[in-house]
């Protein structure tokens, strides 16, 4: 799941990038427009996961290990009580401009 976030951000920006260039898949004007659009996520679809490969082929290193590496130290300070402080410090500050514990969970 931590690892979903940046994939879908890298997702949306490339789909923005092919989009603004026009660069997608197009079909005779007698198919449904709902199954035409769903043929334009297809190419940065397709960028994504060939640039995470690269990514991971070129470093030579499993890009999971590091988000592990990254969130167990995150994992490591909830576990004081000056981490578990903070965390609830920051639930109480994000709860009084209006984002709640569901919208807190799902943001986490």
């Given at each position: ?20 260039k ?27 996961i060939?640039l ?14 590091f ?5 167990s ?11 578990l ?8 500050l994000?709860?009084?401009?209006g ?10």
């Amino acid at each position: 799941m931590e690892f979903s976030f940046p994939i879908y951000v890298l997702y949306c920006w490339k789909s923005d990038l092919f989009l603004k260039k026009n660069i997608v898949i197009r079909l005779p004007e007698g198919i449904i427009p709902a199954i035409a659009n769903s043929f334009i996520s297809l190419l940065p679809v397709a960028a994504v996961i060939l640039l995470i490969w690269f990514i991971q082929v070129s470093i030579g290193s499993d890009i999971t290990k590091f988000l592990q590496i990254i969130f167990s130290l995150l994992v490591f300070g909830l576990n004081t009580i000056w981490g578990l402080c903070i965390h609830v410090l920051i639930m109480c500050l994000l709860w009084t401009v209006g984002i709640h514990e569901r919208l807190y969970w799902i943001l986490l």
